[in-house]
């Protein structure tokens, strides 16, 4: 029976040790999201203040499949996939809507203006709280959403070009099947 007693540390080693492991197989980048295949969270954010462009609401997302960035301009990633953006946004007629994070307005402002603008609309996020109801976990995140509004896609962490082209894929098959 004492033998038995030294076998439990042992085992309960051996089941840590491979939860552990099977953690590491896992792509860092690929954060599961409970909203992929569900309609997007009910928001209604207002533009940037100072922006001529529109808003961005739940309503907004639907009739089109379109891609939402979560963007800020104290952001350094959101630096390095913003010139992705900008050609896809000269390059594609897909629709590049923004959800501006806990930004202040100038700063978004400056920011678009020093670098360019691909959106189509930007909702204003000052508080976070549309973010967060998306699930987003900092920024750069960006989703891919259908015609109906229902997200079937997530990245976290800046895009770069063979992130694009696996978005572009599922935008095209998404575009097909409606």
């Known amino acids: 029976m004492k033998r038995l007693l030294f076998l439990v540390p042992l085992a309960a080693f051996l089941v840590l040790a491979a939860y552990l492991g099977f953690g590491l197989t896992r792509d860092p980048q690929k954060v599961p999201s409970a909203l992929i295949d569900r309609p997007a969270p009910a928001f209604d954010l207002p533009a940037v203040p100072g922006l001529a462009l529109a808003g961005l609401s739940q309503e907004s997302l639907k009739g089109q499949v379109s891609i939402v960035n979560v963007f800020a301009s104290w952001c350094q990633p959101c630096r390095i996939e913003h010139p992705i953006f900008m050609r896809l946004a000269r390059e594609s007629d897909v629709p590049i809507l ?42 750069p995140e960006t989703f891919v959403v259908d015609r109906s509004g229902t997200i079937r896609f997530k990245h976290v962490g800046p895009v770069t070009p063979a992130v694009l082209d696996d978005m572009l894929k599922l935008i095209a098959q998404l575009k097909r099947a409606a």
């Open 98 to 139: 923004g959800l501006n994070y806990k930004d202040k307005a100038e700063d978004a402002r400056k920011w678009l203006g020093d670098l360019g603008n691909p959106y189509r609309a930007i909702g204003y996020d000052f508080e976070g709280r549309v973010a967060i109801d998306w699930g987003v976990y900092g920024v």
